[in-house]
Structure formats: C-alpha cells, structure tokens
C-alpha cells in the first residue's frame, strides 16, 4: 500500500496548524522515489494529522487507544458543516480511491467510498464476495479490509503512532489475537469461534433445560403440598352434609318464634291508637305553657337590652365628659409651660446674628482644607504612575541584560565549534548563528544603558513625590475636624432659628390660660347634674324588671291537666317491644345465612374430593416429564463438553499458541538481525509463549527477554531503562512487519512513524534511522514517512516534505 495523494479540508489540525481550510499534498511529486521521507515543521503545524490520514483506515490512530483501535470519531476532528478526506493509493499495482464526506450540518452523518481506477475510469469497489462501496461506513470498512487487510495487523507492525502501547504491555489474549492475524490462523480462529459459539448456544440451552427442570420440580412440590393439604376429602364431605342438616332444623325453630311475635304486635296496636291521643293532649298542653313562658323571657330580654342601652348611653356621656376635662387640663399645662419658654426665646433671639457668622467663618475654613487635601491625592496618584512606570522599565532591562548574555553566549561558540577553520565552517549553521549575535551586541549592550539612565531618573521623581504626597495624613485629619465643628455650629445655629420664630406665639399665651381655666369650672359644674339625672332613670328601669320576674315564677308552677293525663298514660299496659321482632327477622336471617354456608361448605368439599384425585394424575405426568428432562440434560451436558475442549483447542491456547511457538523463533531471528545491524552484538531477544508459575508449573502467556551481553545478564523487557524498551519494541514491531512481507497475504509497501525517537540520545538516534533503512532493505519496501523533531535525522531522509511552505 503506497499513499500518492492526499486531500484534507475541514481538520481542525489544518486549521490551527497551517491556518488552511483545505490542504492538497501530491506524495508522488514530493518525495520524488525517496525511501525515508520526512514531514518536518514546528509544534502544532499538523504532522499528525496528515500522516494520520495517508492510510485508508476510517481512523486517526494518534487520536484513539494507544493501540490505534479505540472509540473513535471524526466529528471531534473536523469544524466545518462538510468535510472531506480524500485520498489516491496503490496496492499490487492497481490504484485507488478514498473519499469520506463527514457532515455537520444538523444531523451528524458520514459517508465513505472507495473506488478503483480501471480502462473505463473510477469505478466502485466490489469484492469477491458482492460487497460494494456503497458510501455506508460499514461497507467501506469491509471493501479496505479485504485489499488491505486487517486495520488490527497495520497498526500493530506497519504504523507507529504517537504513545502507543507497547508490545511488553499487551495482555495475553491480544497479543495471541495479533500473532494469529499475523500469521494468517483466520480460517483456525473462524472454526474455533463457530466452536464457541456451539459452545455458547448449547449452555444457553442447559441453561434453558435446567430451568424447566427446577421449574417442573417446584410444581412436583407445588402438587405434592396442595395434594396433601386435600387430605381427608371425604370425611370432610360426611361433615358438612350433618351441618347443613342442623343448618335446616335451626332454621324452622327461628321461623315458628317469628310468627308469634307478629301476633302479638297485632293485638297491641289497639292500645297505641289511645296512648297517642292522651301523649298528643299532653304535648299540646304543655306547647301553651311553653308560649306564655317564652313571651315573658323575651319581654324579659327586651328590658335587659334596654338597661344595657342605657347603660352604654351613659358611659358613653361620662367618657365624653372626661376626654373634654383631660383636654382643658392639657391645654391648661401646656400654656403654663409656654411661659416658661418666653425667656429662652427671647435669649435666643438675641444670639442669633453671632451664631450665623460663626457657620460662615467655620464654612470657609473647611473649603480650603478641601482644596489642599485635593491637590494631596493628584500628587499621591503621580506618584502611583511613576512607582509603576519604574516597574516596566526593571522588567524591561532584566529582559534586555538576559538577551545581551545569550547574544555574548552564542558569540563564544566560535571558539567551540569543532568545524571553525575548516572547509565545512560556510555550510555551518551554528557558526552563522555566532556571527549574527556579534552583530546584534552592541544594539543590546545600548538598550540596557538607556533602561538604565531612564530608571535613575524615575528614583528622582519618586523621592521628590514621596516627600509632597507625606501631607495626606494631616490633611485628611484637619478636613474631618473641620467638619466636626461646622456640624455642630449648623446644629445650634438651627436651634436658636427654631426658639426666635416661637417668640410671639409663646407671648399670647397669659391671656389664653385664664380663658381655659374659666371653661375648666363651668364644664365641672355640668358634670355633676349629669350624674344625678342618670341615678333616676336606674331606678324606674329596676322597678320593671322585677315585676316580669314575678310573672314567670307563677307560670313556671306544676299544672293539674297535665298531672291527670300522666295518671290515665299509667293505667295503660307496656307497648309491643319492636326490638324482640326486630331481633327475631335477624336471627331468621341469620340462620338462612348460615344454612346457604353449609350448603356452599358441602360443595367445596365435594370439589376438594374431585380436586385431590386430579392432583394425583397430574403429579404422576410431571414426574415422568422431569424424568425425561434431566435425561436430557445428561445429553446436552456431554456434547458441551466435547464441543468445549474443541474451542479450547482452537482458541489463543491450543493451536493458535503452537503456531506461534513455531514463530518465535523465526520472529526472534528477525528482530535479533535488525538489533545486530543497528545497535550491535550487546541486545539479543526471544519470544516465550509459556511462562513458569511460583508453583514451578507452566501457564500460557507471552513475555519478551532479553540477553545482555555486556553484562551476561537476561531479563524482561519490562525491567529495561525507557530507551532500551522502546528500542527494542520498535525492532520487535518491524520484524513483525517484515515476517508479514514474507507470507502470501496483503503486502504493505509503505511504512509510517510518527515521532518514535523522542526518548533517543543523539548516537541512538542516527542508530535508529539505520534500522529503518535494514527493514526497508530487508523487507523489500517502498518508503517509510517518519516524523521527528530532530533536525539531524530530518537532514539524513532522502526526500523531506516541509510544512511550512503550506502555511498561510
């Protein structure tokens, strides 16, 4: 698979990067047939990005898991309402075509096609199997797979992305998956996964039959506890056949009592007939007395309402004639005290014109305090923007000092650049780099003479305004005293105001007394005549009320008609007692009801007697039911086992991890050459698939040791520094990659790298760069696109794809 070019528009990593919407990049053109191409730029320009789109795979793998297969999504990579990745690539000589449309506009969609360039032009994917490209993501996820292989397998050997896993870090039964996609065990893994799957449907149907079992088995125990809470069927039908006939003969004896109570009721209502007319004399005697009565107490009530009018009439006036007495009294006070005040007035009248001038002198002593303690706070604010602009300036000639020593540090690298004097020193970047900062010297050293006379100048400023702004304190002090006073002076000065305008009124106030103490006498002389009308009245009102009182003891006496109609009600014999009949329909009822329950106990227990003979058929059928069941559990329970030890046997640990055995040593090889011809004799690696427990036993497993032989010492990958791992899992991944460019399935021509050396020192990293050319020799591939940050490595590619020149 060789990418030839790439059409991205609307990636937020364009965006931000290069500031593009769109950016075309012809790979074909740009690398011109080099081997090693570099994608080189600064931080942030979209290396990832691009390189992460020069595969067909629907995926950005530096943005997913760190094995380049998690959840991923494009609409957290893309800003406009539709956007495109577009995408040419060669595959065993036949060219295609990737196009995703991922849409943002609304509803979220993607579509995805992928075409094939033949005599007729683009034409749609189809494999072998009818799958066509159809613009569905599944579709298209199928069509690239089938040409290109699992994205699994690519991703693992044929594409480094940025902080992936490391192989010493994947689980047993992922790196068992990814050597069995390597080594093509697709055909074993599909039996072993219809084993599972026969495995899995015939537990589901254990499962299934064990549940009807149990279930059958709690109705045997259903069955079993109603048959035998039906036991004695029969003699509870003899039972209730005798209560039903006691039922019956209690029933007759209620009926005949019935009957002669009813007989009785008869003959009494004679008597009744006379007993209402005598209690219907008596009532509407007794009605009359009633009225004469209630007359009197309403006639009674009518005079106390009267006493109680006149009674509030009364209080009424005496309260009047006490609110006017308070009133004369009051107004008698206050005029004595108004001729207390008529010489404070006029003492207050008198001072008046002094006080007024002392506001005024006291007013125009604090505006000028006001003013001064102003002119204080403008000094205090220059001095603020002066402390300030001396700040700037500090940190502006700290800046220029720094750059001035880097400009003289980067001066003194040519002394120490081991090419000066040599033929190499015009092609050197640092000694050009050296010579530019001896330029830039003098411009430096300038800049911080001038930070430096502008900063004494501002000391001088601000020790003159410091000594100007020390006046705010007493300012502010004598501003306050200030207005302490002329508050105080306003205050009496209002006061005086206050008692001079109340002078004349206070003078009238002899004459005014003498007319209300006048008042004050005769209004007391009224009073007194009041009282004595009031006592009258009282007195006639008392006199009435005794009177009806008298009335109404005479009528409240025993009365003679009465007193005969209750002798003849005597006479009359005891009314029919309507309860006893009531009583008797009762318990006629009762005893109907009771002999309905009987008959309805001696159905049930005829039921029970039918119920208890089914019950036995049916625990008979069940039980053979579940005989037959758990037979057939016996069945599915050996096929389960058969079918199990047949997936086991196709599964990761069985035949998948003897092919991989045999493997290991080929991939050891493989690996063991590339750190050979790169690193050196001192790492040496091997594969083990069976790992030694604490108990002593085997277990399957995967673990990668390495031998040293510097230091004759053997250990695991995982023990080694961060350097040595990631060296030794990237020789690991390519001779993964060139195992799989040995067998008979998809060939990838291109290898991708996305900053694999970042943990390198400089001898290892120009060591890395000739591992990459061994695996391009030995494994027969194209190019392989990397993307590094060291200047050095990007120099040493065949063919180096700028970022810079796409920026805007």
Known sequence: MIPLKQILT????????????????????????GQLVALTGRNGRGKST??????????????????????????????????????????????????LVIRMNGKRRTEAYLHWLSDKGWMPMQLPD????????DTYSRCVEGIAGSAATFFSTAFSAQQRRQLSSYRNGEIKSLLADLLRLDAVRARGERAAEVQRLLRAGLQTVQQQVLHQRQQLVRLAAERHQ????????????????????????????????????????????????LLAERTATLAERQRAIDALDTECRREDTASDDMAERHAQRASRRETALASLRAQRTTLQASLEQVRHAERATRRLPSWRSVVQRRAALLEGLRQSFASAQRVAADLRLAQSQRAAIEREAGQAALKAQELRQRFMLTAEVPCAGMSLQSGCKLLADAHTAHALLPDASAAVARLNAAHTRLDHEIAGLRQQAGQIAPLRAAV????????????????????????????????MLTEVEARLAAHTQQCIADAAEEE??????????????????????????????????ADFPAPFNAQALTQAVADCEQASARLQAAEQAQLEALRGQERARELARQEAQQRRACEAQERRIQQVAQHLEQWSLLNKALGNDGIIALAIDDAGPELSALANQLLLACYGPRFSVAIKTQLVTAKGELREGFD????????????????????????????????????????????YATLFSDEADGAFDAQHKRRFMAMKR???????????????????????????????????
């Open 10 to 33: 609307g990636f937020c990593g364009i965006r931000d990067g290069l500031g593009r919407e769109t950016i075309t990049i012809d790979f074909e053109a740009e690398t011109g047939g």
């Open 50 to 99: 691009i390189l992460d789109n020069m595969t067909p795979y629907p995926v950005m793998p530096s943005r997913v898991g760190a094995d380049g297969l998690g959840a991923f999504s494009y609409y957290d990579e893309v800003y406009l309402p539709e956007n495109h990745k577009e995408l040419e690539w060669a595959m065993d000589g036949v060219r295609y075509r990737s196009h």
């Open 130 to 137: 009818g799958t066509v490209s159809d613009g569905r993501m």
């Open 230 to 277: 039906l036991g004695g069927a029969d003699a509870r039908a003899e039972l209730a056949r005798h209560n039903r006939n006691v039922a019956a003969a209690r029933l007759d004896v209620k009926r005949t009592a019935l009957a002669a109570l009813r007989a009785d009721q008869a003959l009494a209502a004679t008597h009744e007939a006379r007993r209402a007319q």
């Open 480 to 511: 306050a005293r200030a207005e302490a006073r002329l508050a105080r002076s306003r205050e009496r000065l209002a006061g005086c105001e206050r008692l001079a305008a109340r002078c004349a009124l206070l003078a009238q106030s002899g004459s």
């Open 536 to 569: 009258k009245e009282y007195g006639a009102q008392r006199r009435k009320i005794a009177e009806l009182n008298n009335r109404r003891q005479k009528l409240a006496r025993p009365c003679e008609v009465v007193q005969r109609i209750d002798a003849l009600l």
């Open 704 to 747: 990668i040791t390495v031998h040293d032989a510097q230091s004759a010492s053997t250990k695991s990958v995982t023990k080694m520094s961060g350097g040595e791992k990631i060296w030794i899992n990237e020789c690991l991944t390519r001779a993964m990659a060139l195992y799989l460019a040995q067998t008979d399935g998809p060939r």
């Open 774 to 808: 061994e695996v391009l020799r030995i494994g027969g591939y194209a190019q392989e696109y990397f993307i590094s940050h060291t200047t050095e490595l990007s120099e040493m590619a065949d063919a180096v794809i700028a970022l810079e020149r796409y920026a805007t």
